[in-house]
């Protein structure tokens, strides 16, 4: 799929943006802090709804301005779409795809388009704490899925219920019977929506280990064997079985037993929202033994994994997004990754300094230099 044309309005620091792409390769080039690593996040929210780096949507809106707009056109391998996006103060988006409005603008804008976003700081992914790693899957399955997008916000709804009552309960001194009683509304919601989230993240990491163990068991020659592990309480004492119905019951099992805990601690501490994936390399785990290169290694073979879990669920490929990665990736990973990109993808590059990027990458490229959030000369070519 092709991202064919893009404008943005008010979008962060970018009051007025809009091109036409017409390569597969975009670098967007320009020193620290004018606005690159933004044009990126704009381009993956159209895909996954929520952005990584803004908590709530009016960061996403330039200061002082009432509301932010995305516009674009984009190719599928069937289809032709406009999707445009309005970000409000207000917190309510408005959604038009193709001219039409749409009811539910978080839900109905997934499944149109689909991105892959490597950034410099998905290196953390490894070392970094399990809200990262959670936040990794819930973005991808986000786009791959509206289903789980709806279940996720469910979920997320009922444990903020949840957290207030614990909370309001140790305050009050509400007598035990009666908390249980409350909470069992929302522990009913939690185990219904929790259990379809936990079988859908079971099933995609098994599915981003196969495909990530091939890629870095290549890169590395066959000295490296990558394995992933979905980690939830839940299943500390019994093995995961991929049947929603005896998740539910382990799930009842593993809250029951966190009453007091969760009294004592006021938050509920029981469900894909406390869940982490465990990563592992030659049997050991990751975040604890992988080197420096280890660990780009493990990355790149996880978003080439991202890439055909897209192109395998969905029959599209995805436009991939490379926000400042190349001055992290040596020679041989640099190139690791453009031998081993589908035929046809659309790639955007964004990078402080031309040199960090390979001569192959240039080639037929499509370069723009953006300074304060404006592009600032007319778009050039690489061969200028
Ligand atoms: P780097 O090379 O350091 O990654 P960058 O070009 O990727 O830089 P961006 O992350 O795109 O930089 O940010 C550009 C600028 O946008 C920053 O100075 C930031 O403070 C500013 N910015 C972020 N959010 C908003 C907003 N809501 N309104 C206005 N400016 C914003
Ligand atoms: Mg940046």
């Known amino acids: ?60 809106i330039n200061f002082n301005k009432e509301f932010a707009l995305i516009n674009s056109d984009i190719k599928t391998s069937d289809d032709d779409i406009e999707i445009s996006l309005q970000i409000n103060t207000t917190g309510r988006r408005k959604l038009k795809i193709n001219g039409v409005s749409k009811k539910a603008p978080q839900a109905d804008l997934i499944g149109n388009f689909f991105t892959v976003m490597f950034a410099a700081d998905d290196l953390y992914l490894i070392k970094g704490s399990p809200s990262l790693r959670r936040k990794w899957l819930d973005s991808n399955l986000t786009q791959l899925s509206k289903i789980y997008h709806n279940h996720f916000a469910t979920y997320q709804k009922s444990i903020t219920q949840k957290n207030a009552l614990l909370k309001s309960a140790f305050e009050s001194g509400m007598s035990r019977k009666s908390l249980q009683e409350q909470l069992s509304i929302w522990n009913k919601q939690i185990i219904e929506y929790g259990a379809e989230i936990l079988l859908q993240r079971v099933d995609y990491v098994n599915k981003i280990e196969s495909f990530a163990k091939q890629f870095l068991n290549d890169m590395s020659s066959g000295n490296e064997t990558l394995q992933l592990n979905y980690f939830s309480k839940i299943f500390s004492d019994t093995p995961y079985v991929p049947d929603v119905e005896k998740i539910k019951a382990m799930f ?80 041989s990973r640099q190139n690791f990754l453009l031998h081993n990109l589908p035929e046809g993808i659309q790639t955007f590059i964004t990078t402080t300094h031309i040199s960090d990027l390979q001569h192959d990458l240039l080639e037929n490229a499509l370069v723009l230099k953006v300074e304060k959030g404006k592009i600032v000369k007319k778009p050039v070519t690489s061969g200028f």
């Open 252 to 331: 009842e099992d593993s809250i029951n037993n966190s009453f007091d805990e969760e009294l004592a601690r006021g938050q509920a501490l029981v469900g894909p929202h406390r869940d982490d994936v465990l990563i592992q390399i030659n049997d050991k785990e990751a975040r604890a033994f992988a080197s420096q290169g280890q660990q780009r290694s493990i990355i790149l073979s996880l978003k080439l994994a991202e890439l055909k879990a897209v192109e395998i669920l969905k029959n599209e490929v995805p436009v991939l997004l490379l926000d400042d990665v190349f001055a992290e990736l040596d020679e």
């Open 1 to 60: 799929m092709l991202l064919k044309r893009l404008k943005l309005t008010n979008f962060r620091n970018i009051e007025h943006f809009e091109e036409d792409f017409n390569t597969l390769k975009i670098i967007i080039l320009g020193q620290n802090a004018q606005g690159k690593s933004n044009i990126l996040e704009a381009v993956n929210i159209l895909a996954k709804s929520s952005s990584d780096r803004a908590l709530r949507d009016n960061e996403l």
